[in-house]
């Protein structure tokens, strides 16, 4: 039985009126101006014909009868009575003849055809402008343009009476009701086969189940991230028990490979990165720490209510546990600077701004950031929702506060970075000594700024030996802080402002309009108390939104976790439950699903392992009946068979790295550094007035080998390798991957030194092993795609290496060199002069290479080249 209900606050009584009824209210002029004409002028015209007096453009103020018939500066009445074709304001926003007065002037806001017919009608009929009182009792009645199913909601109210009055589709209204009771029994099977059979279209035919070599391949990679081992895949073959893919699941889940795999996905949502953006990208010295919490959080299974609450309000709600305090990071973790020439005021409510939004999309999955200049035009978010969440925020300040390293944490890495930070350190305050004269050339101008800057780069990058976290504290603001330095928590709290939140008019800083109280979304219908004073107010609003009876965050996370693992939501866009997101196709699936999260105590391990046993999960790729596939489910959304998809960025990276024997296990730590192509590594990347300090590599492989969610991630420089294959900027939140197929993606792993560099590792390994050339083809095939040859690819494979070995016997490997220093020349920021710098690439200089061909003899350089091949094959870039 399947239980479920449409509830609704609602403002007004619906009323509903016979099609006589409606064709006579769509004759009616002043419910013509009510419903359609004024939402025009609104949306339209007020934004600069609606304003203040003393702003009001060409002195045409559009906000009442009165002043449509004054007309502007040219003294003509924007409007002739019962003659639209003689009217300038209908002339001018048909855009066709007068050019020059084309209204509204953006040509993306031009009047739709069937809006011009209403301005048109309205004019034609003399234009009635009906008083407040009037216009506001005509807009609680019903809408004569709406398809008769409307319904109106309660909200704190919007800045307009029309848009608090305004109807909405109940289809777009399905993420804030409440979690429908959905009672599957036992006898149904399991719920979600059940659910998602109740959609199949007549005569679509399900997939059969995967055979294992492909079940444990797909859920080694959407657990772990990684490829199973050979030996995994024939114990878990050998496994005829019921339980065998069950256990499995539970082998994968307590790995530590979980937590770095889903880890990944998490930061991709909340734009996890070790630096700050624009123009100077200064570091995150402690980043790191927030990104290790994360990986440990889900390693754990920590209740996701609770790990919410952490990244919100850990300071208020868990002040004893250091852990917990790592979760604040969350609340930094959007690009942001302040510089000297920064305003202050405007990067403090770019801060707020971005919180706001980043909170939205993270949890409630709301674009919040669509009603900061107006009440949102799809979905019931007032501005003033908008502007009272950001209340909440609004006594966080920003610091580096002092968290003591956790036992668990790894610092290993400490003692070698600082070795080579203190040679550039020394190698900058010898320059500084040899341009301190006072005879300074423009030469010694240019490399004494730079100096200067690359000195407090330095410092800054100290902070992350620090017990330091990113972290976050209740107090007024100080608006003098700049981004260059460390943000240290004030011994008092109280200097400064405390700040006031208001409606920004248009979002505009300098145009506060009425103040707001920190509050909560409104459409919820929840209650929640929260504080005005300087503490509480992220505490009671973290338990606000880890409600369970709050119809979206549950939600959000379910929809999140299936999507990864089907290659879509069932709600199509996870950051966006509102009307422009993508409807769910199977809603009281989620909802069940949402209900069973929210029962098992929050359990992220506990909702992949209901998925995951699933028959649906468990589907070949292949279909059957193909046509029939593609003629009733061309979408793939009714789960009769298993999507295919490409590995992420990260995942080509790091199981080239397992299968090639060289991947290192290390859970945390300072980021690493791993080989980068070396033209862009050096490419002169510009911080405010100077150059960045280039990108060198750690030293040792074991730092350079490990997984990629430990790679340092700087907004201003992007792996080129990595981007190819889709990872996304850090500047946005990034609800899915995108998947592309493009030609540079042959190039990078066909032909770059890292894939070539593995293949070779690969080959090594492999021949040290193999008794025969044979065992050798086959453990290949076991390590790359998870089986061993067939006859025919057996002998293609011994023909192409013979061929690759009689190459490779005739011609010498070059050794590949690094470049130990780069010149970099540039146009001192005040005099215009070229100046020159060297750079010197220390860590180049003890650089311990990877295995080289000239290390190794011609067979195995020769396997090597069918390693490579065999790491190009579709087999191993996708997941069947």
């Known amino acids: 039985m399947i239980v479920g209900m449409f509830v609704f606050m609602l403002n007004l009584p619906f009323v509903c009126g016979d099609e006589s009824d409606l064709k006579a209210r769509r004759s009616d002029p002043e419910q013509l101006f009510a419903f359609q004409v004024h939402r025009i002028l609104v949306n339209k015209c007020f934004a600069c014909h609606g304003a203040e007096p003393d702003q009001i453009e060409g002195e045409l103020d559009l906000t009442s009868r009165a002043g449509l018939l004054k007309g502007g500066a040219t003294g003509e009445a924007s409007i002739v009575l019962g003659r639209p074709e003689g009217s300038p304001l209908y002339l001018a926003i048909q855009r066709d003849d007068d050019v020059w007065s084309a209204m509204p002037p953006k040509e993306s806001e031009r009047l739709t055809s069937e809006e011009l017919v209403f301005v048109k009608e309205w004019i034609a009929a003399q234009a009635p402008w009906p008083n407040e ?127 770095e795999q889903w880890g990944k996905h998490w930061l991709d949502v909340v734009r996890y990165a070790d630096s700050s953006g624009f123009a100077n990208d200064y570091e995150r010295p402690n980043a790191w720490r927030y990104r290790d919490y994360v990986i440990r959080s889900f390693n754990q299974d920590k209740p996701y209510d609770q790990f919410v609450q952490e990244q919100i309000a850990a300071d208020e709600l868990f002040a004893e546990s250091p852990e917990a305090q790592l979760g604040l990071g969350f609340l930094r973790m959007g690009p942001w600077e302040h510089t000297g020439m920064s305003v202050g005021k405007i990067t403090r409510q770019q801060f707020l701004d971005d919180v706001t939004s980043s909170v939205g999309q993270v949890f409630l999955g709301q674009a919040l950031q669509c009603a900061r200049c107006h009440d949102h035009k799809f979905d019931p978010v007032p501005t003033r929702d908008y502007y009272s969440i950001q209340s909440v925020f609004a006594t966080t300040q920003m610091a580096e506060l002092p968290i003591p390293f956790l036992p668990h944490e790894n610092t290993k890495q400490f003692e070698e970075d600082k070795k080579y930070l203190a040679k550039r350190e020394e190698a900058i305050a010898d320059l500084r000594k040899t341009v301190n004269n006072p005879n300074k050339t423009a030469n010694d101008f240019g490399r004494a700024r730079l100096s200067g800057k690359w000195s407090n780069l330095y410092k800054r990058a100290r902070d992350r030996y620090e017990p330091l976290i990113l972290g976050v504290y209740n107090g007024h603001t100080q608006l003098n802080r700049n981004s260059y330095n460390r943000f240290d928590k004030p011994g008092n709290v109280t200097n400064g402002i405390l700040e006031n939140t208001a409606i920004l008019t248009g979002g505009n800083i300098f145009t506060p309009s009425e103040s707001v109280t920190p509050g909560i979304l409104s459409v919820t219908g929840l209650q929640a108390s929260i504080p005005k004073a300087l503490e509480g107010r992220r505490g009671s609003f973290a338990k606000w939104v880890t409600d369970s009876k709050n119809p979206l965050t549950a939600r959000v996370m379910v929809n999140r976790v299936w999507a990864y693992h089907f290659g879509q939501g069932i709600a199509g866009n996870p950051n966006n439950f509102g009307a422009t997101g993508d409807k769910p196709t199977h809603p009281l699936l989620l909802d069940w699903l949402t209900s069973e999260f929210i029962k098992s105590g929050w359990s992220i391990k506990q909702l992949h392992k209901l998925i995951l046993t699933s028959e649906a999960y468990q589907r070949s790729s292949t279909h059957p009946d193909l046509d029939t596939l593609n003629e009733l489910d061309s979408n793939r959304q009714f789960y009769s068979v298993f999507q295919a998809r490409r590995l992420t960025s990260e995942e080509l990276r790091d199981s080239t790295l397992q299968v090639s024997g060289e991947l290192v296990h290390e859970l945390g730590g300072l980021p690493v550094r791993p080989d980068m192509n070396v033209e862009a590594a050096l490419q002169p990347r510009q911080i405010m007035g100077s150059f960045a300090p280039s990108y060198v590599p750690n030293v040792n492989p074991e730092q350079r080998n490990r997984r990629s969610i430990y790679v340092l991630k700087l907004r201003g420089l992007r792996d080129p390798f990595m981007t190819t294959f889709n990872q996304p900027s850090p500047d946005e939140s990034c609800e899915m991957r995108d998947a592309s197929n493009v030609t540079p993606q042959v190039f990078a792993l066909f032909n770059s030194e890292e894939s070539a560099d593995r293949s070779l590792a690969m080959a090594h390994r492999i021949l040290k092993e193999a008794k025969s050339d044979e065992d050798a083809i086959k453990r290949a095939f076991e390590l790359a795609v998870g089986r061993l040859p067939d006859r025919e690819e057996l002998k293609a494979a011994r023909v192409h290496w013979k061929e690759c070995l009689t190459d490779h016997r005739e011609s010498e490997p070059q050794i590949r060199e690094y470049p130990t220093e780069v010149v970099r020349r540039a146009n001192e920021e005040n005099t215009g002069e070229e100046f020159t710098f060297t750079e010197t690439l220390f860590e180049y200089q003890d650089y311990q290479h990877d295995l080289q061909p000239h290390q190794v003899d011609a067979r195995t350089r020769a396997f090597a080249e069918l390693c490579l091949v065999l790491l190009n094959t579709n087999e191993f870039i996708y997941v069947y």
């Open 133 to 259: 009182q009037r216009l506001k009792e005509i807009q609680q009645g019903q809408d004569p343009w709406g398809t008769g199913d409307e319904i109106r909601v309660a909200t704190s109210g919007g800045l307009s009476e029309e848009w608090s009055n305004r109807t909405y589709q109940p289809k777009n209204l399905w993420a804030y009701q409440p979690i429908a009771d959905v009672d599957i029994t036992q006898d149904q099977g399991h719920a979600i086969d059940y659910l998602v059979a109740q959609h199949l279209p007549m005569g679509l035919k399900v997939a059969p189940r995967a055979d294992k070599t492909t079940l444990i391949r797909r859920v080694s990679y959407t657990l772990t991230g990684l490829p199973p081992t050979p030996e995994a895949i024939r114990e878990f073959k050998e496994d005829e028990s019921p339980q065998a893919f069950e256990n499995l699941i539970d082998r994968l889940l307590a790995s530590q490979r979980y937590g």
